[in-house]
């Protein structure tokens, strides 16, 4: 049985669209340093945001901590047949490859208000991938 690392973890977590805080991240992955786990996020090419809110303390009234969430990277390369939920897109550069491979889900730079899910990988610049609308902002 192949263990999941906290890092897997919280990426899986955040791509599924939660939101997460430090305690959290103690409480669903037993990682105590969520800070370093989103810096290892963020080395390996994910868009990862994050602000600081206010939260209820036990003690003290309310104290404030810092909130991650995933965004979906914009690619440059373009979509094809936008109408269509099962679409195409050709990966036109080395920088769109890696984000590619690291996300999967993204936005592109021709259809900024709809989110898609990469169905297959590309390996080099200029291969094809299958991609499908997840979600279309209003």
Known sequence: MIKKTQKQAILEYMQAG????PLEALQLFGSMRLGARIRDLRDEGHNIEGQMI??????????RVKQFWLCEPVLESTVTDVGNPFSAAIITSEHDLRIAK???????????????????????VGDTVQILMMRRDP
């Open 54 to 63: 206010e939260v209820q303390g036990r003690i003290a009234g309310t104290c």
């Open 102 to 124: 690291a996300n999967a889900r993204v936005r592109f730079r021709n259809v900024p208000n709809c989110v898609f899910r990469i169905k297959n990988q590309a390996q080099r």
């Open 18 to 21: 939660h939101r997460i805080t």
